[in-house]
């Protein structure tokens, strides 16, 4: 940095407070959140592959992959694709079911000084409220992540986010087992994103996670055929998060508990953005294949962030947007 | 062992038959590479990263090798990058070919189209821990023919095949490998599925080395899954626990 750059620095930066001052703690039901930035569900496994490349303390939380009560293959291949600003994904909650997980996935991520959110799959409300007893009751296991909104598997998944009753039902069903709060993950894929939303608060949902991914299609002009075997995917990464902060917005203007944002985060200007439209914390999903390192890096990189735009806090920029006169 | 994302030095990067290009990378990830792993290179302005197998590595100098066949929108920038350049490299990633070193045997390498590629390196290592090595690939026409100068540099004259007779033997390549009345038993074999599937089918044993969609490249993800052919429920990621397999070990799909 030239001297003149760096004496420009130094006056941008009076009157703020120094960056190791800045506070990126938030506590949320059952959270107590050294940072906000958490791996998404379905693009960080349990963590093991990550945690070649970084200390996982360095995370705020780390949200599993779903489980579902019994072992899943998932799609037939391709099951990803690139699209413009993001990709297309089949993967078909593949997972190795509850009880591997809590015999082997758990232990070994607790060795890690960072939340864990469990994410709980299923096809009936039966194998949700099997599934979520498991996890909700599991040592180590912060809170649960309730995936009603998967577009990728025949039965369940978001045949569950899509109604308003049926969501209400299945949160409430879940409260009643899980020992650990519950969020409750949405999908885009509905008309009113509020309507559930309000929905699955009536049935005792600690918090919202959303969004989850927009069901897509790509076709092969060669073959005429889909690229993904299962048809559609569900369509992630840059090119959806205006959608997500549209759809954090207005839940946050209608609802009381927190929401952790995803969507398309890449930047720490990204995160910034999902925290002034309503979000308490952020999922990072895509972008952990583009740069394997970008949760640490966005951890890193929000003090100065916050600060370059006035800020000592990430409560203080939680739903800014809200605050602010017209 | 432990992932690297390194920032590559691109030294060359050429057209070396149709569609067909080869990039030198200088980066420390030359002295971690072991014979059929692969690399998962970020291309700018791409959100996924395409993987690419490393077909010769020279540690000395610092140097890898990756031939690739331009199929989409990512190999086609990758074309279009210069010498000079820099690039971000995932590796090592993926479990090659195993080699023996205690039991030398005669070897069949073979290679179809872009597949050739990656065996170079495994012929290679094969001739270090003294295996007998013949190699036979084939291509679809005589303008597709590459890799050729690289076996030889290794004292290995490859047996061609062309599917419309162009160059070398009018065949494919399995046909090639009966019409020279191939002895060895252990086949290391890299290529597209069809030519795979007559592998599996003609040797019963050796290795072959897939090629499918990914996404983390690294084990994470699940998009890379194939299953077992024998144990029911039991799967592999393609990136993981393959790219290579011993014949008969997945389903593909």
Known sequence: MSARASAERRREDRGKPPLEKIDLSVRLPGLKLKNPIMPASGCFGFGREFAQLYDLSLLGGVIMKAATEQPRFGNPLPRVAETPGGMLNAIGLQNPGVDEIIRSQVPWLRQFDTCIIANVAGSSQEDYVRTAEKLGNCPGVDALELNISCPNVKEGGIAFGTDPQVAGRLTEAVKGVSGVPVYVKLSPNVTDVVEIAKAVEQGGADGLSMINTLLGMRLDLKTARPVIANKTGGLSGGAIKPVAIRMIYQVYEQVDIPIIGMGGIRTAEDVLEFLYAGASAVAVGTMNFTDPYICPKLAEQLPKTLRSYGLGSVKEAIGKSHRVKE | ?253
């Open chain 2, 1 to 253: 062992m432990k992932l690297t994302d390194e920032t590559g030095i691109i030294k060359e990067n050429i057209l070396v038959a149709a569609d067909t290009y080869r990039m030198v990378i200088k980066g420390d990830l030359s002295r971690r590479f072991g014979p059929g792993q692969f690399v998962n290179l970020l291309i700018d302005g791409l959100t996924l990263r395409r993987p690419i197998s490393i077909s010769r590595y020279e540690p000395e100098e610092g140097l890898y090798v990756l031939y690739y066949k331009v199929l989409g929108e990512g190999t086609a920038r990758m074309a279009a990058m210069k010498p000079g350049e820099s690039i971000q490299v995932l590796g090592p990633l993926g479990t090659g070919f195993p080699i023996d070193p205690a039991h030398p045997e005669p070897v069949l390498v073979i290679g179809g189209g872009a597949g050739a590629g990656p065996l170079i390196q495994t012929a290679r290592e094969l001739r270090k821990w003294g295996y007998p090595v013949s190699v036979v690939l084939g291509f679809p026409t005589k303008d597709d023919v590459y890799a050729v100068e690289e076996f030889r540099a290794l004292g290995i004259e490859p047996g061609i095949s062309t599917d419309d007779g162009s160059f070398g033997y009018h065949g494919n390549v399995l046909e090639l490998i009966e019409s020279r009345k191939e002895t060895a038993r252990l086949v290391y074999a890299c290529g597209p599925k069809r030519m795979l599937r007559a592998v599996e089918e003609r040797f019963e044993r050796g290795y072959i080395s897939l090629d499918v969609r990914m996404a983390c490249g690294m084990g994470a993800c699940m998009a890379c899954v194939c299953r077992d052919r024998k144990e029911p429920g039991a799967y592999h990621r393609v990136c993981k626990e393959g790219p290579v397999f011993p014949i008969g070990r997945v389903v593909m799909e």
